[in-house]
């Protein structure tokens, strides 16, 4: 088994990473390139930002394929794009086929891409409903069962998909902000997507292919969830989430799969040595905040 603090490499893996425009999925996609692989980016934005429909306006959020295709090949790093809009079944239906036709293959596939729109319930549409529950839950349904024929053809994979803490129920007594509302939906199709990761594990792991879900501990400051996140709340560094993906993307299936694992409770718990997203500095130890919900366990897991 190897050692945690022996960086691991990547080289001659290919991974998909969806969402890679800005924010987490970029900053994956720089950090498994930084460890040898060659990554496949994708999401709507490839050369200019894609318009999108959300807190009840048109929005372009900053960041594009193109941009984060420079980032990588600026540190050294092998990178792809391809543009897709996975909520149209056309492009989401032929993005692992594309992928793995570009690249030679695909090893590793990250379930990124995310749509966040919060509303109390009796307020929210179904507009907003469907798009939540395609993006966390029927995309990643659809690019994983794509992906692992590809996988079995080369022996193993890994598939992560990115969780959040949300999934676990309020605290009680009630906070002002569970009694606000808003992100009841969101919360459930993520917890769905954690219950999904642990299932698919099961039928995988026989096949060595690893079924892992990360998410961040307490609150990642992104382009897109900065509207979502209050000014005051004290947020965590992405790098720490992206090393905890990198985790999960090279043991053997045998070894470690079916974990729902959070960002700076699992690096702690393990040992792990955080890099900056280019692989090069180490970055310091940081103990789990506080204020993270105490249903996260000691090893990271939900």
């Given at each position: 088994m190897m050692n945690e603090f022996t960086p691991p490499s990547l080289s001659g893996k290919v991974a998909l990473v969806t969402g890679a425009s800005r924010g987490i999925g970029r900053a994956i996609a720089q950090r498994l390139a930084s460890a040898g692989a060659t990554v496949v980016v994708t999401a709507r934005s490839v050369v200019v930002e894609a318009p999108n429909a959300r807190l009840g306006s048109q929005q372009r959020l900053p960041g594009t394929l193109a941009e984060t295709v420079a980032l990588i090949e600026r540190a050294g790093g092998r990178v792809l794009a391809l543009g897709a809009?996975?909520?149209?079944?056309?492009?989401?239906?032929?993005?692992?086929?594309?992928?793995?036709?570009?690249?030679?293959?695909?090893?590793?596939?990250?379930?990124?891409?995310?749509?966040?729109?919060?509303?109390?319930?009796?307020?929210?549409?179904?507009?907003?409903?469907?798009?939540?529950?395609?993006?966390?839950?029927?995309?990643?349904?659809?690019?994983?069962?794509?992906?692992?024929?590809?996988?079995?053809?080369?022996?193993?994979?890994?598939?992560?998909?990115?969780?959040?803490?949300?999934?676990?129920?309020?605290?009680?007594?009630?906070?002002?902000?569970?009694?606000?509302?808003?992100?009841?939906?969101?919360?459930?199709?993520?917890?769905?997507?954690?219950?999904?990761?642990?299932?698919?594990?099961?039928?995988?792991?026989?096949?060595?292919?690893?079924?892992?879900?990360?998410?961040?501990?307490?609150?990642?400051?992104?382009?897109?969830?900065?509207?979502?996140?209050?000014g005051d709340y004290p947020t965590e560094d992405v790098e720490y989430l992206v090393e905890t993906v990198l985790a999960m993307c090279h043991l053997p299936a045998s070894q470690r799969t079916g974990l729902v694992a959070f960002s700076m409770h699992f690096p702690w718990?393990?040992?792990?040595?955080?890099?900056?997203?280019?692989?090069?500095?180490?970055?310091?130890?940081?103990?789990?905040?506080?204020?993270?919900?105490?249903?996260?366990?000691?090893?990271g897991l939900a």
């Open positions: 809009d996975l909520e149209l079944a056309a492009e989401r239906d032929s993005l692992v086929a594309r992928a793995a036709e570009a690249a030679g293959g695909l090893d590793i596939l990250v379930n990124n891409a995310g749509f966040a729109d919060f509303a109390p319930v009796e307020r929210m549409s179904m507009a907003t409903f469907d798009r939540t529950v395609d993006h966390y839950l029927r995309a990643p349904f659809a690019l994983a069962r794509d992906a692992v024929p590809h996988m079995k053809a080369r022996g193993a994979g890994w598939i992560v998909n990115i969780g959040s803490a949300t999934a676990m129920p309020p605290l009680r007594p009630y906070g002002e902000h569970a009694k606000a509302g808003g992100d009841v939906v969101y919360a459930a199709v993520k917890a769905a997507l954690h219950r999904f990761t642990q299932g698919l594990a099961a039928e995988l792991v026989d096949h060595g292919i690893a079924v892992n879900a990360v998410g961040p501990s307490t609150a990642i400051r992104t382009p897109g969830a900065s509207d979502l996140i209050p718990q393990q040992g792990l040595q955080v890099m900056s997203l280019d692989g090069r500095t180490p970055l310091p130890r940081r103990e789990p905040p506080a204020w993270s919900h105490p249903a996260i366990d000691a090893a």
